[in-house]
């Protein structure tokens, strides 16, 4: 059973930064790609960042430039920095390993203008 819990999530001003972070446990697979993904309200979940188990990385453009995946064995990272309003969203971890998809419980991350 894979288990994600991320954490690092709060409210922030525009400009501000924010980490987050991502710990799975449990039978994982090397080859795993770990993910973010993000849902903000009456929008439907979109991939923010993805890396995968050798350090290959891909972002969204909204963020390219701003944000950094990092990944760290079982443990992975999203560094925020010039945020926006438009980046107010739940944040989700996400673990692809061997066809399945598993998803933490998310993380609120607000933006005041």
């Known amino acids: 059973q894979v288990q994600l819990v991320e954490s690092g999530g709060g409210l922030v001003q525009s400009g501000g930064s924010l980490r987050l972070s991502c710990a799975a446990s449990?039978?994982?697979?090397?080859?795993?790609?770990m993910g973010w993904y993000r849902q903000a309200p009456g929008k439907q979940r979109e991939l923010v960042a993805k890396i995968t188990s050798v350090g290959s990385t891909a972002y969204v453009d909204s963020v390219r430039g701003r944000f950094t995946i990092s990944r760290d064995n079982a443990k992975m990272y999203l560094q925020m920095n010039s945020l926006k309003p438009e980046d107010t969203a739940v944040y989700y971890c996400n673990l692809f390993d061997r066809g399945r998809n598993y998803w933490g419980q998310g993380t609120q991350v607000t933006v005041s203008s």
């Open positions: 449990g039978s994982i697979f090397r080859s795993a790609v």
